[in-house]
Antibody
Framework: EVQLVESGGGLVQPGGSLRLSCAAS????????MSWVRQAPGKGLEWVAN????????YYVDSVKGRFTISRDNAKNSLYLQMNSLRAEDTAVYYC?????????WGQGTLVTVSS | DIQMTQSPSSVSASVGDRVTITCRAS??????LAWYQQKPGKAPKLLIY???SLQSGVPSRFSGSGSGTDFTLTISSLQPEDFATYYC?????????FGGGTKVEIK
């Protein structure tokens, strides 16, 4: 059974940093693109970033470029999102999702709240 | 960036009704379109990919059509478990973008 489990969310002050993790199991992690998608409270879905299997390609939405970094450790079956210079508008549930062009598996999400 | 516009933003329907949701892309995206269903407090669920391919395990009452800029998601006979919010998503370009969502409510 495919499982994606996010962790690392929490309350952080504006300008602070947070690192999200996504632990994958039930499939060959190193064979798939992986993505982060977020959803602000009461709002729609927003794609954040994704990464190719070997890490050779990474893409970001403009609003996080230069602040967020996606990475992965295929030996640990894990995906990460390093978030720096956090802003109030980054407050959202962050989902880890498997895929590049569509997302057939999602984690349960981890809530990031940016507030003083 | 490619803008995805869904209509309507909400629809009230009864069990058994046929429901159609439209998604329009700001430029041509071929068939690079997916549809998702999301229930409150839950992660989205993939329904349709490549505009018209049904994801494994998804009931056949869901269907997708379209190409280029205009796409539709149709629920042929609405069931109680289908009351949710639906999103389209394009994958022709980066950044990937989602539509604003369509909430299907009970009439």
């Amino acid at each position: 059974e495919v499982q994606l489990v996010e962790s690392g969310g929490g309350l952080v002050q504006p300008g602070g940093s947070l690192r999200l993790s996504c632990a994958a199991s039930g499939f060959t992690f190193s064979s798939y693109w992986m993505s982060w998608v977020r959803q602000a409270p009461g709002k729609g879905l927003e794609w954040v970033a994704n990464m190719k299997q070997d890490g050779s390609e990474k893409y970001y939405v403009d609003s996080v470029k230069g602040r967020f970094t996606i990475s992965r450790d295929n030996a640990k079956n894990s995906l990460y999102l390093q978030m720096n210079s956090l802003r109030a508008e980054d407050t959202a549930v962050y989902y880890c999702a498997r895929g590049n062009t569509n997302y057939g598996y999602w984690g349960q999400g981890t809530l990031v709240t940016v507030s003083s | 960036d490619i803008q995805m516009t869904q209509s309507p933003s909400s629809v009230s329907a009864s069990v058994g009704d046929r429901v159609t949701i439209t998604c329009r892309a700001s430029q041509g995206i071929g068939s690079w379109l997916a549809w998702y269903q999301q229930k409150p407090g839950k992660a989205p669920k993939l329904l349709i990919y490549a505009a018209s391919s049904l994801q494994s395990g998804v009931p056949s009452r869901f269907s997708g059509s379209g190409s280029g800029t205009d796409f539709t998601l149709t629920i042929s006979s609405l069931q109680p478990e289908d009351f949710a919010t639906y999103y389209c998503q394009q994958a022709n370009n980066f950044p990937r973008t989602f539509g604003g969502g369509t909430k299907v409510e009970i009439k």
